[in-house]
């Protein structure tokens, strides 16, 4: 398992607060993304950066912000904006936009708000 | 947007007996379509994966089968093996680059 970590595993936050879950990567991709997991649910985009400096947003992306300062971080901070923030979070890069069917995971990190 | 239905949500079968899982999609523009499998606690981690000029694919005991024209495609697993047991997700990609994923299928293969 290697490559692509996510800190910490496991995340309790009482209701109001802001998070920042990080995500490294020594892979040397310039595309990473940040996913949200729901049980019953697939995997849905919240950001996703194709290059340092730059980010867009996915499909969720309301309540959530994050930055590209250097190519291999790409942290998510959590705001008290997001309504429903309880969730498996996954952090996943590839070696560009247009790779992404050689998209590797982290391992997730699991958000519990309080 | 893109849009993927997954079925079944579950699936149990008989060690030794094949599992099907199918997935539908909206986007006619989509062109890439991989299979993603999650242990418990684990990350999503690629099984397979086919491209839109592509019908079938195989890998050992895993193939992927794609009806561009129904814009549906499947995941099959012949042999079942007790390993086999996780979740299974299919996603579709289209032009803007983005994986749109399935809700994901709990297989349970039994002993």
């Known amino acids: 398992d290697g490559g692509i970590t996510q800190s910490p595993k496991y995340l309790f936050r009482k209701e109001g607060q802001n998070v920042t879950l990080s995500c490294e990567q020594n892979?040397?991709?310039?595309?990473m993304y940040w996913y949200r997991q729901d049980p019953g649910q697939g995997l849905r985009l919240i950001y996703y950066s194709q290059i340092v400096n730059d980010f867009q947003k996915g499909d969720i992306a309301e309540g959530y912000s994050v930055s590209r300062e250097k190519k291999e971080s790409f942290p998510l901070t959590v705001t008290s904006a997001q309504k429903n923030p309880t969730a498996f979070y996954l952090c996943a890069s590839s070696i560009d936009l247009g790779r992404i069917n050689e998209q590797f995971f982290g391992p997730g990190t699991r958000l519990t708000v309080l | 947007g893109e849009n993927v239905e997954q079925h079944p949500s579950t699936l149990s079968v008989q060690e030794g007996d094949s599992a099907v899982i199918k997935c539908t999609y909206s986007d006619s523009a989509s062109n890439y379509f991989p299979w993603y499998k999650q242990e418990l606690g684990k990350r999503p981690q690629l099984i397979i994966d086919?491209?839109?000029?592509?019908g079938e694919k195989k890998d050992q005991r895993i193939a992927v089968t794609l009806n561009k024209t129904a814009k549906h495609f499947s995941l099959h697993i012949t042999e079942t093996q007790p390993e086999d047991s996780a979740v299974y997700f299919c996603?579709?990609?289209?032009?803007?680059?983005?994986?749109?994923f399935g809700a994901g299928t709990t297989v349970t293969v039994r002993a």
């Open positions: 086919i491209r839109s000029n592509v």
């Open positions: 892979l040397n991709h310039d595309a």
């Open positions: 996603a579709a990609r289209a032009n803007d680059y983005k994986l749109s």
